[in-house]
């Protein structure tokens, strides 16, 4: 089957820091890749996406990073902010495959 | 305001009880679908629709049902619910899953008793 992984199911940062989320994938054929945030009670909502004929997006204080010789994806999150506290999903293909996520505490 | 509403946001009930979380979007897209939220075990799919009137099996679809009679709804249907459903719902729908971010409905918590 197909690798939904995410490489740390949780991280803590200091507030200010920058944030790496990671996470890999593995259908070299993927074609379209998506970050999603979920707050506490709250569904997933979109924050950057990037095609497979780019390896760099950048966003407000977001980057995501598609490396396709390895099939990995990163999300970077600049200057982390308490707000920035939730659960994050990568996801690619046509019936977006999520995964469990990875839980980002931020330390004040 | 663009958006996914699903009622109800919560509900507890009983055992082999039918019930029906309704699902409806406001922004024409054409691609639906059903997830379940477990922890430890992410977002899983339950269903989805390309379209009126087509529908097709996600990753756990047993003991659920769908429909897809108008664009904007998508019914997920609990004909005999178990406890094993008990489970956090959400609905979502995109203009196009292979090209385009699906939005979120807020979530449906269910527990079976």
């Known amino acids: 089957g197909e690798s939904v992984g995410l490489h740390l199911p949780t991280l803590s940062v200091q507030e200010g820091d920058n944030s790496i989320i990671n996470c890999a994938y593995s259908n070299s054929a993927s074609d379209y890749f998506i970050w999603y945030k979920q707050e506490s009670g709250k569904g997933p909502q979109f924050i950057i996406d990037i095609r497979s004929n780019m390896d760099k997006r950048q966003g407000q204080r977001v980057t995501v990073l598609l490396n396709k010789t390895v099939k990995h994806l990163s999300l970077q999150i600049a200057a982390t902010q308490p707000g920035d506290s939730a659960v994050y999903f990568c996801s690619w293909d046509y019936k977006l495959s999520f995964g469990a996520g990875t839980t980002v505490t931020v330390r004040a | 305001e663009a958006q996914v509403t699903q009622n109800p946001r919560y509900l507890i009930t009983v055992t082999g009880k039918k019930l029906t979380v309704t699902c409806s979007q406001n922004m024409n897209h054409e691609y639906m679908s059903w997830y379940r939220q477990d922890p430890g075990l992410g977002l899983r799919q339950i269903y989805y629709?390309?379209?009126?009137?087509?529908?097709d099996k996600g990753d756990v679809p047993e003991g659920y049902k769908v429909s897809r009679k108008e664009k904007r709804n998508f019914p997920l249907i609990l004909e005999s619910p178990s406890p094993n459903q008990t489970s956090l719902y959400f609905c979502a729908s995109s203009l196009s899953p292979g090209a385009w971010a699906q939005h979120f409905g807020d979530g449906t918590r269910l527990s079976i008793l």
């Open positions: 629709s390309m379209n009126v009137e087509v529908t």
